[in-house]
């Protein structure tokens, strides 16, 4: 019985500290600005270094904290989306494009959440990749009129594709640990 408490301390104490990886990509032939946001401000908070300007042609890696629900959004300028990732068309400013997490969700049974979300307007291409070998479906979406199954729509508060769709089609659930974001994929 011992050895299993001493067992059960460690699996808890490893999956407290477990972290995931987003490699952040720039394919774009110019410069990308990120912003990372624990917004909604549920779970565990991302407490690491900003992200910093990602030039063309290069890779920049983040590792975010087992539990950790937030955002990551393109913030060109006057877009307003560095705060919280909130700003754009919403506010009366320039658009911003953004990647949405929720990871380790206990309501989908300690998967992760992801989508691509052009709500606050369209800003950059962008593509989600989960680790190979996972099975997990990829999101793409190039331009403002990407596919409701891909990215939430510019505007589009009630995720229902401008109500012509069933909620959160854009949502992909997930049990990897690791993705890449591609800017201009």
Not at 133 to 142: I, K, N, R, Y
Not at 162 to 169: N, R, V
Request: net charge negative; aromatic share 8%.
């Amino acid at each position: 019985m011992m050895q299993l408490s001493i067992l059960f301390v460690v699996v808890a104490a490893a999956v407290a500290n477990a972290t995931h990886r987003i490699t952040l990509r720039n394919n774009c032939p110019w410069g990308v600005g990120l912003t990372l946001s624990n917004f909604p401000h549920v779970g565990v908070d991302y407490t690491g270094p900003a992200i910093p300007d990602i030039p063309a042609g290069t890779s920049h890696d983040i590792m975010v904290p087992s539990g950790w629900n937030g955002r990551i959004c393109d913030h060109p300028p006057n877009s307003g989306c560095q705060n919280d990732c909130f700003g754009g068309i919403a506010f009366g400013e320039a658009a911003c494009s953004m990647t949405e997490w929720n990871f380790d969700a206990a309501d989908i049974g300690g998967r992760n959440d992801y989508d691509i979300s052009n709500i606050q307007g369209y800003s950059i291409p962008q593509q989600i990749v989960p680790d190979a070998g996972s099975g997990c479906e990829t999101l793409t979406c190039t331009d403002v009129n990407c596919p409701c199954n891909e990215a939430y729509r510019p505007g589009d508060t009630s995720g229902t594709c401008g109500g012509t769709g069933p909620k959160d089609q854009a949502t992909r659930e997930c049990a990897v640990s690791g993705y890449t974001v591609v800017y201009c994929p």
